[in-house]
């Protein structure tokens, strides 16, 4: 019988659902059910999703900074629809794809600072992959430069630059000539690139991990430190880039930032059809495909699909029409304005880190002595664990769904669709004020969920820090 796709969900949901726990990833399904993520997703629009029971939450992770024009977006549904009924040929190969040239085009004139070659990829740890192997073949050298905390994907190359040792364990040796120094130190890394064997350093302009955000300038002096030790500037825009800071790029409200390579994915793709794009300068592509016989000397089977440029099209056409990177600014503002004034109630939260919609709320050590020992003995129990303090009650009492910054970090990350509406600000804002009250009552519901995280945990067989934490990627 033909698929039907409709009666497969409906029947088979439950089977599904068993046997990617028995055939996909039977820890993520553990992991979900300790932390009460286990839920049955069967619909969406635009910042909600509705569950099998028919409730509806308030998605504030917009997978992972993926859906940035907010899920389902009905133009982006209409072109691949449209795209797919026309009977266009996609990977022929031997061919100049239409729709990639005008998705390039559209994209060297956002991007500009002379960005003016385009090589599509499929995610963007192949873009990462990409720009490593682009920038050896530029300059001769064979050193990378990335910085701690940073995170620029799972692949062999991308991981060596990924300055996060959970996600490294047990996958060594890595690509050789890769090295990290610390976020927002210039001294650093101006002594790196003084050795002149380095062919490129990789930043992202905001660290995706914790929301951390680049002193005033920095960004601006890196780029003038790689160009005077004669290495390539490589800004990672994967999670920022597509107006989620409230700019198309992130760099574009840094001041003088002139990078040599530039990746996106994620947004680029409406939350649809995997795509990414490599920007660089003229001469680092001609450095690379130099000769005829060189003309795919890194190329990929799926990377100029037809699927792939209608997606990346109609996402900068809805992200043009609908003014996402200004709702981003404004939307981003209200929320900060809202969680500073819960901060200045109470003690757990230490800092909020803010551009557009990328908000980072870190929480810490708080003052009196008797939620301090609370805290701390959280912190002996599992060092994530404060975390899910907020994530659990936010799902399970006010069906939000949020996550935690990555491993060993006590910071809430939301990067919600940018067309998020006031009404949908004020009901996160609501429930993460009850969230963070019942906190400092102590022994109140969150606390309750700690015990009972550490219970399911521990009762498992798994090791303390196996408590889950979002991989963030």
């Not at 901060?343 to 050590?365: A, T």
């Not at 004020?433 to 399911?456: E, I, M």
């Amino acid at each position: 019988m033909p698929f039907d796709f409709a009666t497969a969900l409906r029947d088979g949901g439950r089977q599904g659902r068993s046997d990617f726990s028995g055939h996909v990833n039977p820890r993520w399904a553990r992991a979900l059910s300790i932390v009460g993520f286990d839920r049955e997703f069967v619909r969406a629009q635009g910042a909600s999703l509705w569950d099998a029971q028919g409730r509806e939450y308030l998605d504030m992770i917009a997978g992972y900074a993926t859906c940035n024009v907010g899920r389902n977006h009905p133009e982006i549904i209409r072109a691949l629809t449209e795209a797919l009924a026309s009977g266009h040929p996609s990977m022929v190969q031997f061919e100049r794809p239409a729709l990639a040239g005008l998705l390039a085009a559209q994209l060297v004139r956002r991007v500009g600072r002379g960005l003016d070659r385009v090589f599509f990829t499929n995610s963007g740890t192949e873009g990462i992959e990409a720009a490593i192997k682009f920038a050896r073949c530029a300059t001769g050298r064979p050193e990378i430069v990335a910085t701690d905390g940073g995170f620029h994907g799972l692949t062999n190359g991308s991981l060596a630059l990924t300055g996060c040792e959970s996600f490294r364990e047990g996958f060594g040796p890595l690509l050789d000539g890769c090295s990290n120094i610390p976020f927002n130190d210039l001294p650093a890394l101006e002594r790196a690139l003084a050795r002149r064997t380095v062919a490129a350093f990789v930043i992202e302009p905001i660290q995706g991990k914790g929301v951390n955000l680049p002193s005033p300038g920095y960004l601006a002096e890196a780029s003038r430190l790689c160009h005077r030790f004669g290495a390539l500037l490589v800004v990672d825009e994967v999670q920022t880039g597509v107006g989620r800071t409230g700019s198309f790029l992130a760099i574009d409200q840094e001041g003088a930032v002139e990078p040599d390579i530039v990746v996106m994915s994620k947004a680029l793709s409406g939350g649809h059809v995997p795509v990414g794009a490599v920007l660089c300068r003229r001469a680092i592509w001609e450095s690379v495909f130099s000769r005829l016989d060189r003309a795919i000397v890194h190329s990929s089977t799926f990377h100029m699909g037809t699927l792939a440029m209608v997606a990346g099209l109609a996402t900068l056409s809805v992200y043009d029409e609908e003014q996402l990177a200004a709702r981003a600014q404004a939307s981003g503002a209200r929320l900060a304005a809202a969680l500073r004034q819960t901060q200045e109630r109470g003690e757990f939260i230490h800092s909020i880190r803010q551009r557009g919609l990328m908000i980072g709320i870190e929480f810490g050590k708080p003052r009196s002595l008797a939620m301090r020992a609370s805290w701390e003995a959280v912190h002996v129990l599992n060092t994530n664990m404060f975390g899910q303090a907020i994530t659990m009650p936010l799902i399970e009492d006010h069906r939000i769904l949020t996550q935690v910054a990555g491993h060993k970090l006590d910071v809430l990350k939301l990067t919600p669709p940018l067309a998020l509406t006031e009404a949908q600000e004020s009901s996160f804002v609501a429930a993460f004020d009850t969230t963070t009250d019942r906190l400092h009552k102590g022994g109140g519901p969150a606390w309750d969920v700690l015990k009972r995280v550490a219970s399911n945990t521990l009762g498992s067989g798994a090791p303390r820090e196996a408590v889950y934490s979002s991989p963030d990627v």
